[in-house]
């Protein structure tokens, strides 16, 4: 199986920054697409950003213009930047990737990191 790991969260103050990894380990033949999700407490679940295995990127508006995802496909890992952080972006951070393990290659599967807290406040 597969296993992502995420770390770097933590409490930071309104302006400040962090920034996230999440390392895929496991039997992997081809990660595809990686992203991050985040959940505040009585929302629902939603996509922060993605980016593909070419390296193109897609970005929720609320954070456009001040995270940035990037990836490194030789360690299996992908980071997100969070600058001038808001206490709006208070959440568990979740790392996804699209995997192509090697005992079943024609398939990707969807696995998911355990979550890192993220809180944004004076």
């Known amino acids: 199986q597969v296993q992502l790991v995420e770390s770097g969260g933590g409490l930071v103050q309104p302006g400040g920054s962090l920034r996230l990894s999440c390392a895929a380990s496991?039997?992997?033949?081809?990660?595809?697409?990686m992203g991050w999700h985040r959940q505040a407490p009585g929302k629902q679940r939603e996509l922060v950003a993605s980016?593909?295995?070419?390296?193109?990127?897609n970005y929720a508006d609320s954070v456009q213009g001040r995270f940035t995802i990037s990836r490194d496909n030789v360690k299996n890992t992908v980071y997100l930047q969070m600058n001038s952080l808001k206490p709006e972006d208070t959440a568990v951070y979740y790392c996804?990737?699209?995997?192509?393990?090697?005992?079943?290659?024609?398939?990707?599967?969807?696995?998911w990191g355990q979550g890192t807290q993220v809180t944004v406040s004076s």
């Open positions: 996804n990737a699209a995997v192509q393990i090697l005992q079943r290659a024609r398939y990707e599967y969807d696995y």
């Open positions: 496991g039997s992997i033949f081809r990660i595809n697409a």
């Open positions: 980016i593909t295995n070419g390296g193109g990127s």
